[in-house]
């Protein structure tokens, strides 16, 4: 007979966790936000580091190509709302 789980597994867990995450953000001083964002911009500034040339520009790369999705969606909702705002003529 398999072993039963025990506590919150899955996705209960992981959205508990997101909540706590939120919860603690909103208590947090200036100060530990501070320290927070220090820290995870050292951490991806060490990670950057470390990243051959090429990894550097696929990273680059898949930017640029998310910068132009967005700007294609962008572009294609400002078509296609004045139709939504004054109906078919």
């Given at each position: 007979m398999p072993k039963r789980k025990r506590g919150v597994t899955g996705y209960a867990a992981r959205?508990?966790?997101?909540?706590?995450?939120?919860?603690?953000?909103?208590?947090?001083t200036d100060e530990e936000r501070n320290r927070r964002l220090s820290t995870m911009a050292q951490r991806s500034e060490d990670r950057r580091a470390?990243?051959?040339?090429?990894?550097?520009?696929?990273?680059?790369?898949?930017?640029?190509?998310?910068?132009q999705k967005r700007k294609a969606e962008e572009t294609e909702e400002k078509n296609i709302l004045p139709i939504v705002r004054h109906g078919p003529t």
């Open positions: 959205r508990q966790k997101g909540i706590r995450k939120r919860e603690m953000r909103v208590s947090e470390e990243e051959t040339e090429e990894q550097n520009n696929s990273r680059l790369s898949v930017m640029a190509q998310r910068g």
